[in-house]
T-cell receptor
Framework: DGGITQSPKYLFRKEGQNVTLSCEQNLNHDAMYWYRQDPGQGLRLIYYSQIVNDFQKGDIAEGYSVSREKKESFPLTVTSAQKNPTAFYLC???????????????FGDGTRLSIL | GIQVEQSPPDLILQEGANSTLRCNFSDSVNNLQWFHQNPWGQLINLFYIPSGTKQNGRLSATTVATERYSLLYISSSQTTDSGVYFCAARRISQGNLIFGKGTKLSVKP
C-alpha cells in the first residue's frame, strides 16, 4: 500500500524530555511537511522540506527540530524548549518539483502528544 | 501572508439536508484543497480545486479564483458526513498550505 505512516499514534512526554515523532512515506514525494493542530483549531505549519538535506521553518518552528536525510523520512523532534507541546501532530507529503503546478498534499493519520 | 476564512464555523443539519460551506482567501492561489477531518482525527482529501468545478458523489466543489472564494456542496447529508471540513490554500510562489479554522458539521439522524 502506498501512503504516509506516522508513529506512534499516542505519545506521552515527561517534563524536560525530548521526543521524536516518525513520518515515513512511500509515495516518492519530494516535499514533506509537519503541522500542529490544537483543539478546535486549524492546522499550523511547523517545518517543511522540499528536497533531501534541506528544510525551512514554518509559522511555529520554535521548540521543534527536523531532519531530512532520506527522501522517504522526515522525523520531528519536540524539544524541552517547546513549553506547550500537547497537540495533534500531522505529517503530509506532496509532489513538488520546479516547473510543474503544485500538487495536493496527502496526510498521515497523526500522532497525539500529551504531557505527563 | 494569505488569510483563509471559512464560514459558517458550526453547522447542524438533519439527515438528508443539503449544505454549502464557504472558503474566502485573501490572495491569488495556485493550490486549494478541501479536507474532511473525521472524529478520529484523520484528514481526508476531498478535492484539489485551484479553479473550476469538480464533483465526487454527493459532494461537489467550485473555486472562483478571480473572486477568491471556494464553495463545498454536500447534498443529501448522512450522519457519516459529520466532522470538521477544512479549506487550505497555497499562495503563488509559496511552499506551504494555509488552513482555515474549519466548519464543524453535525448531521443528526
Amino acid at each position: 500500500d502506498g501512503g504516509i505512516t506516522q508513529s506512534p499514534k499516542y505519545l506521552f512526554r515527561k517534563e524536560g524530555q525530548n521526543v521524536t515523532l516518525s513520518c515515513e512515506q512511500n509515495l516518492n514525494h519530494d516535499a514533506m511537511y509537519w503541522y500542529r493542530q490544537d483543539p478546535g483549531q486549524g492546522l499550523r505549519l511547523i517545518y517543511y522540506s522540499q528536497i533531501v538535506n534541506d528544510f525551512q521553518k514554518g509559522d511555529i518552528a520554535e521548540g521543534y527540530s527536523v531532519s531530512r536525510e532520506k527522501k522517504e523520512s522526515f522525523p520531528l523532534t519536540v524539544t524541552s524548549a517547546q513549553k506547550n507541546p500537547t497537540a495533534f501532530y500531522l505529517c503530509a507529503s506532496s509532489i513538488d518539483r520546479r516547473g510543474i503546478i503544485p500538487q495536493p498534499q496527502h496526510f498521515g493519520d497523526g500522532t497525539r502528544l500529551s504531557i505527563l | 501572508g494569505i488569510q483563509v476564512e471559512q464560514s459558517p464555523p458550526d453547522l447542524i443539519l438533519q439527515e438528508g439536508a443539503n449544505s454549502t460551506l464557504r472558503c474566502n482567501f485573501s490572495d491569488s492561489v495556485n493550490n486549494l484543497q478541501w479536507f474532511h477531518q473525521n472524529p478520529w482525527g484523520q484528514l481526508i482529501n476531498l478535492f484539489y480545486i485551484p479553479s473550476g468545478t469538480k464533483q465526487n458523489g454527493r459532494l461537489s466543489a467550485t473555486t472562483v479564483a478571480t473572486e477568491r472564494y471556494s464553495l463545498l456542496y454536500i447534498s443529501s447529508s448522512q450522519t457519516t458526513d459529520s466532522g470538521v471540513y477544512f479549506c487550505a490554500a497555497r499562495r503563488i510562489s509559496q511552499g506551504n498550505l494555509i488552513f482555515g479554522k474549519g466548519t464543524k458539521l453535525s448531521v443528526k439522524p
